[in-house]
């Protein structure tokens, strides 16, 4: 056993060499903070940062602001901006292995590679010339490292050069992220209209009359139940299982923004307030950026807010004159076209005759494997669908040049409201809600991205082209009168919070993408009207607004008529009845009855729609697919009892959703009283991407610490455990320095650095940092 023994020891001698080894590695890919060193600008370039990692660029002008800020971002989120560039592009499969084939395949459909090289040769001399200083500055920031990035080595792979049109797949998976239905909410809504009495198809899928809260005022009426019986398709159906009853309760990827004009604020000028939704992990999103460089004039130009890694523009921010922010329009930029093909499927119907097929092969390389050829068809209007879909073809906003330029970069300089949104009016973006408020004290709303010029029998299910009657007719142009506007309304409040924002011409114009059900908007807009003065702070509370009034109704529900004195004693149900009554009123991480009456909520809504579900599982989709708000006909139906929709009595069902809900979380908590509170519910995984490929003990050291939060869906303060509030930013223009900025993780995607979780405890308690950055830390000069 001696041979054991010696063994032992040299094990135990060589760990904290393997583990220093390790460290010293990860150490050679951290940025360079100080110094100086050669780089390809035109004249010398400082790079400040503040303690929490805020970047200032001090440059001689805007080309050469865009080479640092490229230099940086390589050498902070080189990974991240990676996995934006591969996802668009479908090609995670050569960087992480057969485990991404599935989803590489759903991208190569959209064939993003080529038609940003088509894009990328489109661009005007000018913005060409930007995006190559950034591909410079990228890549001189990867060679700068004198390791690769840590993420690089613990896959065994090399990071491949950046290249200009990479900027614009970063742009295109921001697409895929913020209009990810591609259709099948087309192809979920066509079918419920195939199979349901027109009457009832409409009732299901109105829009919400309940908690509307469009800001020009106009307003839907509700559609009652219909007098007709309820459809026998669903009847047939209730008795059909269904695998995933889940439904989409909300459109959690879309945001807030919201503004008030200089007449309500303390300094006249005009505050915005902007919070996007997004799925969180380690990285965030977003970096922190502030741009300074002389401009034509003389005048120094300065931007500051945040900027998307991979990309060479501040997003959403302030230039002094005016600020800026988005949320997702949640409009419809896509239709799905239903083909009429050829006995062998490689011919189509169009216009102009029968038409082959455009037929792509497409490589895909993959990590440790052979690689693979995947088919993409292709018909003058889009690319055809995947299996089972493959009779239809889809034509999306994305696919054209329009969906890609860089006229976004102009809000940098834009000086006032109408200004902004012109230069928004057709900005290479997905399309969104643009809320802009400048130091006069203007405010303003519009559609920023390109709006297509539609002529469709319906804009919400597969349509037939092949005639020519339906069709898109190039895109609306930026001056059109047509194009959605509201500029300084009278009580000088906006909003917008991916509900329907618009109503009449302007809403028949951008269409419905499945609008979420406005009980943030009108909670927004009713936190607005409450005040007849806001400052900063005051908008930066409503962000955080986190009342339960949109479950107010379900928790009088419960408390009023299913928990009655019988129920309860049978079922041992007074505490769960008790916690009701003491709480529900927000979503905090201490409440208890709030976890109960979301739960029942949840519960009640699947076991109603289970007949929907099981439809549209019989062709190949699902109820989360669908194009509508559960919450409008449900609330409807329970208001009416009607006692043919269900396969009981509402009691039963009311009763049965209690027990099951309850049951089901108690489980969750594994029994223990404390692990139903809200919190516990809502624990944060903020994770990186390759920490559930690593043991537990290394991938705490990249993702961030599960936390209860509070918060939820229907509420200012949207919170789940990967998705939410990936920002929160309040702004006034010429008074930045009362601005608010806080984001989750921190500015590096490097755990050894002291930016990695910077910003992450401000962010989890609500507490705001400052919009600007602070005293610099750390400098960084490029030279010629």
Known sequence: ??????????????????????????????????????????????LARDAQGYLSITAGNRIDAARALGFVHAQERFFQMDLLRRNAAGELSALVGAKALALDQSRRIHRFRARTERALAALPPEHRQLLEAYTAGVNEGLAGLSVRPFEYGLLRQAPAPWRAQDSLLAVLSMYLDLQAAQGRDELATGALKEALPAEWFAFLTQHSADWQAAIDGSQVQALPVPDTPWPEKLRATAKLACSDCGLTDSRDIGSNNFAVGGALSPHGGAILADDMHLGIRVPNTWFKAQLRWPGKDGRQLTVSGLSLPGTPAIVVGSNGRVAWGFTNSTADWSDVIALKLSADGLRYQSPAGEKPLQIHRERIEIAGAPAVEYEVRETEWGPVMAKPFERYALRWVAHDAEALNLRALALEQAASVDEALTIAAGAGMPAQN?????????????????????????????????????????????????????VNPADARLWSANARIVGGAALALIGNGGYDLGARGQQIRDGLRAKDKLDEAALHAVQLDDRAIFLQRWRKLLLDEVLTPDFVARNQLADYRR?????????????????????????????????????????????????????????????????????????????????????????????????????????????????AALPPWLARYLDLPATPMNGDRHMPRVQLSVHGQSERMVVAPGHEAQGILTMPGGQSGHPLSPFYRADHGAWLAGAPQPFLPGAAQYRLVLQP
Do not use: C
């Not at 040299?10 to 590695?25: C, E, F, H, N, Q």
């Not at 009657?469 to 047509?482: C, K």
């Open 434 to 486: 643009i809320l802009a408020a400048d130091a006069s004290g203007a405010i303003g709303w519009s559609i920023a991205g390109a709006i297509p010029r539609r002529q469709l029998l319906d804009m919400d299910t597969p349509q037939d082209w092949s005639e020519g009657r339906n069709r898109w007719s190039g895109y609306l142009a930026a001056g059109d009168a047509a194009w959605p506007k509201v």
């Open 579 to 691: 916690q009701i009554e003491q709480g529900a009123a927000a979503a905090r991480v201490d409440d208890v009855g709030y976890s109960w009456v979301r739960a029942f909520r949840e519960r009640s809504l699947e076991q109603m729609f289970k007949p929907l579900a099981a439809l549209l599982e019989a062709r190949q989709l699902k109820l989360r697919d669908l194009k509508w708000v559960p919450e409008t006909p449900a609330w409807a139906l329970i208001s009416a009892r009607r006692s043919d929709v269900l396969d009981g009595s509402w009691r039963a069902l009311f009763e049965q959703a209690v027990l099951d809900s309850r049951a089901e979380l108690l489980k969750k908590a594994a029994g223990k009283p404390e692990g139903v509170q809200w919190g516990q519910q809502n624990l944060s995984s903020f994770q990186h991407p390759l920490s």
């Open 1 to 46: 056993m001696v041979w054991l023994r010696r063994l032992l020891i040299l094990i135990l001698a060589l760990v904290p060499l393997l583990a220093g080894a390790l460290y010293l590695a990860l150490r050679g890919s951290l940025p360079q903070l100080e110094g100086k060193r050669q780089a390809g600008v035109a004249t010398p370039v400082e």
